[in-house]
């Protein structure tokens, strides 16, 4: 090395085998650039890569065709990337100031996972991977190839994040770092630098059963495995068609995505809060009204919405699912409102938004919703604490 007049260094002839980018140095990147988390995986095939195919098989996936298309690729990140040696995993909290869905007593109020507050992950996160691979390019002596995903990637994130040292896959299935929790955010640079690998993390669940017992429609199905057809997640945000009459109840009041196994977790009872202005929530989604979701004009929920990783349940979808909360919510006033047709609102007017008004309407006919006889007990009724 010839030494460093300008925080980069000189090379001089042979230095290049010598010189090259590490693991910290894209670690304290990655820092800088927004990321809580970094770490560094091998891109080898592990054992928990394999049960993916198992649980196509058992068809836990329901209408999620690209997980089957993509099935081949996401057994190891090499088929996305011949070559690869490294997979540079991050985690990004999001986590800030709000009661837990568990701790939410109003029974007239939406429920939206808190990571959909604020901006769309996959947009904010790209940019910042994007800026740690032009850095990493320009820092690297070596040339290399990368790819750089968010969430939409054939690469199952969580093993690789596991193998990084980020953090171990929890009985609800999620990502957990013993420090921070789960209320993470992963993405990844897979690339063909060699790279100091970090330590896996090590399973810390133990004999707790927090999450399988609050889960409200069983979804997980044994330790580590969901059912994503059971999933609300899956069935506020990635169904297209009907949901199912028999997991309607369970809905409550989640009108997109649910965090209850999340919630109920003795790593999530302290968490960190993330002061990132991306995830601080948009006013409209800061816990709203049911009916005033559902009252809101087709044009002013688009404009709300847009820039927000919901646009992903689409206008209708996010209909269906406020129908069938009202429904869930026994409010006489609420369920009024849905049978009032707006020319503004003609996403209400889809034959399958339809068919969920008049399951809400009947359901409330039939029944005293546990919502309103008692608003301690919301559907979901969970309140633990370790
Ligand atoms: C498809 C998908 C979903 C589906 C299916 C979820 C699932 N558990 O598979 C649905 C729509 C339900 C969903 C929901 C959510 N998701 Co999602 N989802 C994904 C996606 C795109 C693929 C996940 C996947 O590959 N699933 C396939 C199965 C096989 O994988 P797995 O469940 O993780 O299984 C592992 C283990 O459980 C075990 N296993 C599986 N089967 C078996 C069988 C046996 C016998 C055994 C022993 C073990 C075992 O091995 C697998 C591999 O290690 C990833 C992004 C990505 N590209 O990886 C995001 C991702 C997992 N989702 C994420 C989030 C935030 C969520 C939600 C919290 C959103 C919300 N609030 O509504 C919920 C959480 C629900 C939950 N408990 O998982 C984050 C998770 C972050 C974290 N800390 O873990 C990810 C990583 C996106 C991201 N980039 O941040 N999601
Ligand atoms: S996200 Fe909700 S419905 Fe899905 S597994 Fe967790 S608790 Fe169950
Ligand atoms: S609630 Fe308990 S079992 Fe479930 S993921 Fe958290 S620590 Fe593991």
Known sequence: MTGSSNGRWELGVGDWELRTLTSSEIKARARALGFDLCGIAPAGSFPELSFLREWLDRGHAGEMGYLQRTADKRADVRHVLPGARSVIVTGTIYNI?????????????????RYAWGDDYHDVLKARLDALVAWMRDASPEPFEARAYVDTGPVQERVYAQYAGLGWIGKNTCLINPSVGSWLFLAEIICTLRLDPDPPALDQCGTCTLCLDACPTGAIVEPQVLDATRCLSYLTIELRGPIPEAHRPALGAHVYGCDICQEVCPYNQQPPRSNDVAWQPRRALD???LIALWQTPDDELRATLKGSAMTRATLTGLRRNVAVAIGNSGNPDAIASLAVASEDRPSADDPIVEEHIRWAVTNHANHEPANR???ANRANPVMIRP
């Open 373 to 375: 006889a008692n608003p």
């Open 97 to 113: 100031a709000r009661p837990y869905s568990t701790e939410q007593a109003d029974p007239d109020a939406a429920l939206i996972s």
């Open 287 to 289: 816990l709203p009204a």
